[in-house]
């Protein structure tokens, strides 16, 4: 039996032919093309895709490429993938697919050189926004397709974010270190610094899904003078001002639903004001 079967891609809208995933979207043209042929019990199937223009979030990634080259049997491919961004290799991924007993496996190494965390925006919802920096480092995909295990380590530059209820924006120390597992990003406790003020703290946690989806946070702030509130006045506003803060607070929950708890004294500087409303 022969067969020799062409797909072609021309300008594809990447978010028509992507699955809905919990807190990305995923935009880009995808150009290439898959080949499929067979004769007799041979078997000849490539793929050749580039995607332009790659957007995840709303944040520009680059250009992916993506080549996957099977064996005779269908049982083993080899995948070959790349971004680049301004002629820089931003992440990277090289290995195999296996089918083994009906059973679908990976072996799988990434790498990222300065990788745009900007994708990561949505995670945080409400509370938590403009989360921003750069992960350089590798990590590992293996296992049944349907339980994989991920390892790696990461680490972050020129990294940041914002807590708008707060009035507060935090950036973290240079190479702060992201380690990343099956179901966590694990990040290892680091120094941050508020952006107005210049106080310092220390920043530890991880965020928690399933496969990219249920994402939940689990936080966790200490300081003995950490800028916690700088906020005006406005309507409805219970207080407003500026606090600092000596000791620690947490951010748990849901991304639907996550709540901010503090257990501190206020710092040298600290002025909230509370509105006395006819």
Do not use: C
Not at 195 to 217: A, E, V, Y
């Amino acid at each position: 039996q022969n067969k020799d079967l062409h797909l072609t891609f021309d300008n594809v809208n990447l978010n028509k032919v992507t699955p809905d995933v919990d807190k990305f979207r995923f935009d880009g043209n995808l150009n290439g093309k898959i080949d499929f042929k067979q004769s007799n019990t041979v078997f000849q199937p490539t793929s050749t895709l580039r995607i332009d223009s790659l957007k995840v979030n709303d944040i520009l990634l680059g250009k992916m490429n993506l080549d996957i080259k099977g064996d005779e049997t269908l049982r083993k491919f080899h995948l070959n993938s790349n971004l680049e961004n301004e002629n820089v290799e931003a992440f990277s991924a090289d290995g195999d697919i296996q089918i083994v007993d009906n059973q679908t496996l990976l072996d799988v190494d990434l790498s990222f050189d300065r990788f745009n965390l900007g994708v990561l925006g949505k995670i945080g919802g409400d509370v938590i926004t403009n989360i921003r920096g750069f992960a350089s480092g590798n990590a590992r995909i293996d296992g049944n397709i349907n339980d994989l295990d991920y390892n790696g380590r990461l680490f972050v530059n020129d990294a940041g974010l914002t807590i708008p209820y707060l009035g507060t924006d935090y950036v973290f120390d240079n190479n702060s270190i992201v380690d990343v597992t099956e179901s966590k990003f694990i990040i290892r406790e680091t120094d941050i610094t508020d952006t107005k003020f210049k106080t310092k703290g220390s920043f530890s946690g991880f965020i928690k899904h399933k496969q990219f989806g249920d994402w939940q946070l689990d936080l966790a702030v200490n300081s003995n003078r950490l800028l916690a509130l700088n906020t005006v006045d406005h309507e409805d506003a219970a207080y407003y001002g500026t606090a600092f803060m000596n000791g620690s607070a947490t951010i748990k929950g849901p991304t639907s639903n996550l709540m901010i708890k503090v257990d501190a004294e206020s710092a040298k500087g600290t002025d909230i004001k509370i509105p006395i409303n006819d």
